[in-house]
């Protein structure tokens, strides 16, 4: 039974005269369970002589106010909006692939290779590995070493793939936990370290100086970073030759999907990061992990556009909750052992926090960066010339949701360039009552789990 506050809600909200203009906003927001309120009003006024020609306000709208998707990328705080920004990645890296929103299908035929950079070990965890179809032991060791904190460091069970297990150390008390959240906070300067010697190595392959590189070659990408279980990023990349002008252009017939490969794995092994010394903390050089994945992507073969992107859309939306952490910000203030969090995730926050507080390691930003175990680099970027952007696909839409709001006579149709639009938006208020959230998880199909948590007092 929902609770008698969530009950009562419905029922006013039922009765509101302006029911139906509530429950058209709400489906317009495509489920968004954190609506954005916006009272403001937009003026439509004809240059030439100052007239207002119509005037759309939310004063006329329920509670004054329009709502509209929050646009999180992130699934764990709305997953609708989280639905479109995967749709939108997914669109961005199919046309870098297959051609598209203004990338000619000659695309196809550029070199173009899809790259797992991983972190390091920093120590032995419980992991699910399959051979042949076969769940292979964790980490069975006949002659098993004992730690210093007495534990055997061998793992014969065969874990589930749901296992909670999976990712966390088998003795804590030796894991690099230092180790491990300082890699996630070097790792987008090690990502941009990698595209240089990248680069460099192309051209010392061709016999190139940088700068003749630049004149035959463009270098394009596309990657998102996944946690592993352990609580340490990855990257997956979208890796693209083309000629100079971008994927418009040919590359040369030198830069071949074999070149590429090369270049990778020549880069990925050649750079390091250090992270400074600090107070009682030794400076450290950081690498790549030696598992690297690299892969040719092809029309049709065992690699396609459409998995690639659907992988890369996918991690788009995720962040470091699956690893058993928190989806919002940490502060030393708070109690980590009251918060829901496991114990491996609570030691990588507790060591951001612990790390944060020295001087010399001040600018990695641990402290702020805790919920996401160090990492403060953008989840998915793509260079200048991959694709489109996301504006262009945004505005796409924008267009189309336009053009139906002026056949559903909800805005008046004038010349773009005829009319001045100016609006005045202020903010005014996110997410639903507990009774509201309901009515639009029935309204828009979306099932609202998380939102009932709002009060704690509902059963
Ligand atoms: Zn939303
Ligand atoms: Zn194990
Ligand atoms: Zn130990």
């Not at 990778?264 to 690498?287: K, N």
């Not at 600018?363 to 010339?385: C, I, V």
Request: proline share 6%; charged share 25%; aromatic share 6%.
């Amino acid at each position: 039974m929902p609770h008698p506050h969530a009950v009562a809600g419905m029922v006013s909200r039922l009765n509101d005269p302006h029911y139906a203009r509530w429950a058209s906003q709400v489906r317009a927001t495509g489920g968004c369970r954190q609506p954005i309120h916006l009272r403001g009003k937009v003026d439509h006024i004809d240059p030439a002589t100052g007239e207002l020609l119509h005037r759309y306000s939310t004063r006329a709208e329920p509670g004054g106010v329009l709502r509209v998707p929050c646009k999180t990328r992130r699934a764990s705080r709305c997953p609708a909006c989280a639905e479109v920004y995967r749709a939108d990645t997914y669109q961005l890296i199919r046309a870098g692939l297959a051609g598209g929103k203004g990338v000619p299908e000659t695309v196809t035929g550029h070199p173009c290779l899809f790259v797992t950079l991983t972190a390091p070990s920093f120590g032995v965890v419980h992991t699910r590995r399959e051979k042949n179809g076969k769940v292979l032991p964790c980490h069975a060791r006949r002659d098993a070493a004992t730690c210093p904190h007495g534990r055997v460091m061998s793992c014969t069970a065969r874990h589930g793939s749901e296992e909670t297990c999976l990712g966390e150390p088998l003795c804590p008390d030796c894991y690099d936990y230092a180790g491990s959240v300082l890699f996630n906070a070097l790792s987008p300067e090690l990502w941009r370290r990698f595209t240089l010697a990248l680069r460099r190595r192309l051209a010392k392959t061709a016999g190139l100086t940088q700068r003749e590189l630049r004149e035959q070659v463009t270098v394009s990408f596309a990657k998102v970073a996944e946690y592993q279980r352990r609580g340490v990023v990855h990257f997956h990349a979208v890796i693209r030759l083309d000629g100079p002008d971008g994927p418009t252009a040919s590359p040369p017939s030198w830069a071949t999907a074999d070149a590429l490969a090369d270049a990778v794995r020549h880069a990925v092994s050649a750079v390091a990061v250090t992270a400074p010394a600090a107070e009682g903390e030794p400076a450290r050089v950081l690498r790549w992990g030696t598992q690297l994945d690299v892969r040719p992507i092809t029309m049709g073969g065992e690699l396609t556009d459409q998995a690639v992107a659907g992988y890369i859309a996918k991690y788009a939306t995720k962040a470091a909750e699956c690893v058993g952490t928190l989806d919002r910000r940490v502060s030393p203030l708070d109690d980590l052992d009251a918060l829901p969090l496991r114990e491996h995730a609570r030691r990588l926050i507790a060591e951001c926090f612990r790390l944060g507080a020295l001087d010399g390691l001040a600018e990695l930003r641990l402290t702020q960066w805790a919920h996401m175990l160090g990492f403060r680099g953008h989840f998915s970027t793509k260079s200048r010339r991959y694709s489109t952007t996301f504006g262009a696909i945004r505005e796409e839409r924008a267009e189309h949701m336009r053009a139906e709001a002026v056949s559903t006579g909800r805005l008046p149709l004038f010349e773009e360039d005829t009319v001045l639009v100016i609006a005045e938006w202020e903010y005014a208020g996110q997410g639903y009552s507990l009774g509201d959230a309901l009515l639009a998880a029935a309204l828009t199909g979306v099932p609202l789990a998380g939102v009932a948590l709002a009060d704690p007092g509902g059963r």
